[in-house]
C-alpha cells in the first residue's frame, strides 16, 4: 500500500527532521542506525527458585539508579529474568506432573478391594 509512495515519504520525515523535528530525527537515526548491544557486568544472584527473582529485578533497578544500566538494558535484563522466572514454573509443574503420573501408577498396582473392611 505505501510501498510506491515510501520514497517520498522517507523524504517529507528526514526533510521535517532536518528541520528541527527532534523527535523524527532521532527515530530516523534510530531506524537508520540500529542500536550496538555492549557487554554489561552486574552482579544478579543466582536464580535457582522464585524467590531469587525479586532480589534480581531489585539488583537491575539498582544498578539502573547508578547509572551502570540504560533504562534499555535493564529492560533486557528483566526479560532475562522474566525468561527465568517462566522456566522454573515449567520445572516446577514438570515435577509435580511426573509426582502425579507416579501416583497414579503406584495406585495401578495395588489391588483394587471394592468390598468394605
Known amino acids: 500500500m505505501l ?3 515510501a520514497p517520498t515519504l522517507t523524504r517529507t520525515l528526514l526533510d521535517f527532521a532536518y528541520g528541527g523535528d527532534r523527535g523524527l530525527l532521532r527515530a530516523a537515526f534510530q531506524t ?3 542500536r ?3 557487554t554489561v557486568a552486574v552482579a544478579l544472584p543466582e536464580i535457582k ?3 531469587d ?3 534480581a529485578m531489585a539488583a537491575i533497578t539498582r544498578a539502573v539508579a547508578a547509572g551502570e544500566l540504560t533504562p ?11 525468561t527465568a522466572a517462566r ?3 515449567l520445572a516446577d509443574f514438570d515435577r509435580r506432573l511426573a509426582a502425579i503420573e507416579h501416583q497414579v501408577e503406584e495406585a495401578k498396582r495395588e489391588p483394587f478391594d471394592a468390598a468394605p473392611a
Open 3 to 5: 510501498g510506491d509512495e
Open 32 to 34: 537508520a542506525v540500529p
Open 36 to 38: 550496538r548491544a555492549r
Open 49 to 51: 527458585s522464585p524467590a
Open 53 to 55: 527473582l525479586v532480589p
Open 72 to 82: 534499555y538494558e535493564a529492560g533486557e535484563l528483566a526479560r532475562l529474568v522474566e
Open 87 to 89: 522456566v522454573s514454573e
